[in-house]
């Protein structure tokens, strides 16, 4: 008896690692790739690691599991066979990409298909890669990443343009939610930091959520169902410096992820050294998500971001806090379909001490949203509904002005599909979207200045078709775009409008009508292991306006006055060039736009020129992104203290950029640090006696467990 004993006492450890399996591989993405932290779960039993800097993993998982599943921020969830998978092999991840009528980030919800298929030019980037190459907002992703037109005013604030066409035609989503909807359609994008986001989507040109604008944004919320920490710290020219923090708690169906950040900079006019601009940025962010196993997900998301701006020797001030609250779930059946429901609630606060005007700005909104989708076997339809209530109430100098908008959207689209053949051009899709709004205002004249009643009732339409020619080693792809739409002013347009004395004798601004037409070609080389590839994406567009809303200056401020400028006309062309040698340490890409503006001063801070180069080198000590930008001259319209308007040219720019960032990784801690340099030639350009888009550089520090 003691013999058997003493055998089960050696034998029993032996016994229990029997209960577990070792497995091994290596994940890549379709350029042959290594994929780095992504996220490996053994199921039923949950057991989990991440993939090292040359995308290896190896972990033991319970001998009664019985699939892997791969999951990692901008590809498609991949899940494998535990039995059928043998050790040491190369894991395939597709890059997950969203169509041009959906900028929702549900992964389950998100129609999958190759990104080279897509209508439209879409691009994914991940706040992982924003990290390291040092970004501390939005508005830097952009700077270093995307081929769109960032402008920067004498008070700091940055905004984003797409085709040529104006900054208020760009659409904002946060976790697929419209966020600038209501009041001013201009976002900061200083007051975004990349800390509370996972990544960001861009798509140029409209889509049926937003199918008046010219491009849209996508910010994907922060939602790690695991444990972590993180800490960012960046250091500027111009006294710039600042931290983020952000963490997690969560498990396996519920997380917390809950972060802030905090901002400062200095400025100087061109004549001086002085620090007479000042600017303090405060960010915070709290996102929950409970999902189960029956793809359903419940998300509360919301942040809070303050600006407050200085201007020492003018005396002008100007403070804003930005809050923004969203309670969405989501349920994705594949008999039933998709079905998404969410509640929003805004707040906007601002107060602008000028020396020609003084407003204290107040405005909130609500509103509800739902979606349904359904998909069949060569078609699909989808519908979707907003309602909103927006409330206004400033005070202008002595004036009061009080105004409530009522927005309703409903929109329906159907889409019909065929399955790919191979060595032969034929219709790959068709697709068909009606969209009705409705907005009413009623201002509240009996508290404060006149401002007129109205009621809309517009109907926009969009239609798409598209042509594949797939053979074993290209995929090409020619696409047919045409939208004819309505832009309702928004309330800020409205009241900068009525309030603001000019010399246009306008009574009050009307609907800007849009008409688009696109052509575009896509083509892809499919490679093999060991041979290059490229991307081409080519688009030709001409948008028509009727009654365009022209948004001029007012000298030594930020404020915008609106008025109605007659009709003007677009007419463009984007490539977009994308080289990926045999080697996987550099690859290149291109960017040229080129525009043609009937009236110029319609499209202001927009260059005719546009040609972006950029080289990244990815070496074993260090990562090298060189980037070469050239633009043709802009033109903008001021409103002089005297009344009249007056334009200004800003002369064309060549510059160059540069980025060195590393990563460091040992054990459970992951370091990075950046240095990034910004028009290192020093091409920089005055406004109102203040230089910007001048030379400046970043270093950042991270550290993550």
């Known amino acids: 008896m003691k013999i058997k004993i003493f055998i089960i006492i050696i034998l029993f450890p032996n016994l229990i690692h029997a209960q577990n399996k070792p497995v091994t591989g290596i994940v890549i993405n379709e350029l042959e790739e290594k994929l780095v932290n992504v996220n490996i779960t053994s199921l039923p039993s949950g057991t989990g690691t991440q993939t090292d800097s040359k995308g290896q993993f190896s972990f033991s998982i319970p001998i009664k599991d019985r699939s892997i599943k791969f999951e990692h921020v901008g590809y498609q969830i991949s899940e494998k066979n535990v039995i059928l998978f043998q050790n040491s092999s190369l894991v395939r991840m597709k890059e997950k990409v969203l169509v041009m009528d959906s900028l929702v980030v549900e992964v389950d919800k998100i129609t999958q298909f190759d990104k080279n298929l897509g209508?439209?030019?879409?691009?994914?980037?991940?706040?992982?890669?924003?990290?390291?190459?040092?970004?501390?907002?939005?508005?830097?992703?952009?700077?270093?990443?995307?081929?769109?037109?960032?402008?920067?005013?004498?008070?700091?604030?940055?905004?984003?343009?797409?085709?040529?066409?104006?900054?208020?035609?760009?659409?904002?989503?946060?976790d697929g939610v419209r966020i600038n909807r209501f009041g001013d359609p201009m976002i900061d994008l200083t007051m975004i930091s990349t800390s509370g986001l996972s990544g960001l989507e861009l798509l140029k040109g409209a889509h049926e959520d937003a199918i008046s604008s010219s491009g849209s944004i996508n910010l994907i919320p922060k939602i790690s169902y695991k444990s972590g920490l993180s800490l960012k710290q960046q250091f500027g020219t111009y006294n710039y410096g600042g931290y983020d923090g952000a963490?997690?708690?969560?498990?396996?169906?519920?997380?917390?992820?809950?972060?802030?950040?905090?901002?400062?900079?200095?400025?100087?006019?061109?004549?001086?050294?002085?620090?007479?601009?000042?600017?303090?940025?405060?960010?915070?962010?709290?996102?929950?998500?409970?999902?189960?196993k029956n793809n359903s997900e419940l998300k509360l998301l919301g942040f809070s971001n303050k600006k407050k701006f200085q201007n020492i020797k003018s005396g002008d001030s100007l403070s804003t806090k930005l809050e923004s609250f969203i309670a969405k779930i989501s349920q994705n059946d594949q008999k039933l379909g998709f079905v998404s429901i969410y509640l929003m609630y805004q707040e906007n606060n601002s107060f602008d001490n000028l020396n020609f005007l003084k407003r204290i700005r107040y405005s909130d909104n609500r509103e509800l949203g739902f979606e349904f989708q359904k998909s069949l076997k060569n078609a699909s339809f989808r519908f979707s509904t907003q309602t909103s209530i927006s409330d206004l109430a400033w005070k202008i100098d002595s004036n009061n002005v009080y105004i409530e908008r009522q927005n309703s959207v409903f929109t329906g689209s159907i889409e019909?599909?065929?399955?790919?053949?191979?060595?032969?051009?034929?219709?790959?899709?068709?697709?068909?979207?009606?969209?009705?709004?409705?907005?009413?205002?009623?201002?509240d004249t009996a508290k404060g200045i006149y401002l007129p009643y109205h009621y809309w009732n517009n109907n926009n339409s969009q239609f798409t078709i598209s042509f594949l020619n797939k053979t074993k080693t290209k995929r090409l792809l020619y696409y047919f775009n045409l939208t004819n739409v309505y832009r309702i002013p928004s309330l800020y347009d409205f009241i900068n409008n009525n309030t603001i004395s000019t010399a246009f004798a306008q009574n009050d601004l009307l609907p800007e009508q849009k008409?688009?037409?696109?052509?575009?070609?896509?083509?892809?080389?499919?490679?093999?292991?060991?041979?290059?590839?490229?991307?081409?994406?080519?688009?030709?567009?001409?948008?028509?306006y009727l009654n365009k809303i022209k948004n001029i200056l007012i000298s030594n401020s930020a404020v915008q006055y609106p008025v109605n400028y007659g009709n003007a006309n677009l007419?463009?062309?984007?490539?977009?060039?994308?080289?990926i040698p045999n080697v996987?340490?550099?690859?290149?890409?291109?960017?040229?736009?080129?525009?043609?503006f009937s009236d110029p001063l319609s499209f202001p801070l927009q260059p005719e020129k546009m040609v972006r180069t950029i080289i990244s080198l990815k070496k074993r000590w260090f990562n090298i992104d060189f980037i070469n930008r050239s633009e043709s001259n802009k033109n903008i319209s001021w409103l002089n203290e005297s009344g009249t308007i007056e334009t200004n040219n800003i002369k064309s720019n060549i510059s160059y950029d540069l980025i060195l960032y590393k990563k460091i990784d040992y054990k459970f801690l992951k370091t990075s640090f950046s240095l990034s340099g910004k028009n290192l030639q020093n091409n920089s350009d005055v406004l109102n006696g203040i230089s910007i888009n001048d030379r400046r550089y970043n270093l950042s520090f991270n550290v993550s467990i």
């Open 515 to 544: 008409s688009t037409y696109e052509v575009g070609y896509r083509i892809n080389r499919i490679s093999k292991v060991g041979e290059s590839s490229y991307r081409i994406n080519i688009a030709l567009f001409n948008y028509k």
């Open 416 to 443: 019909l599909k065929r399955p790919e053949k191979e060595d032969k051009i034929q219709l790959k899709d068709l697709k068909l979207v009606f969209s009705n709004e409705r907005i009413t205002d009623h201002p």
């Open 571 to 579: 007419l463009g062309f984007d490539a977009n060039i994308n080289l």
């Open 119 to 174: 209508k439209n030019d879409i691009s994914y980037i991940n706040a992982d890669q924003l990290n390291l190459r040092g970004s501390v907002d939005i508005g830097d992703a952009l700077y270093f990443e995307q081929s769109i037109v960032l402008s920067e005013s004498i008070n700091g604030e940055k905004t984003a343009s797409i085709r040529g066409s104006s900054s208020n035609e760009l659409a904002f989503f946060y």
């Open 584 to 596: 996987n340490w550099i690859d290149f890409k291109w960017i040229l736009s080129n525009y043609y």
């Open 247 to 292: 963490g997690s708690i969560g498990f396996r169906y519920g997380a917390v992820n809950t972060g802030l950040s905090e901002v400062q900079s200095t400025q100087f006019y061109s004549d001086t050294s002085k620090s007479e601009l000042r600017t303090y940025i405060s960010r915070n962010f709290v996102n929950i998500g409970l999902k189960n």
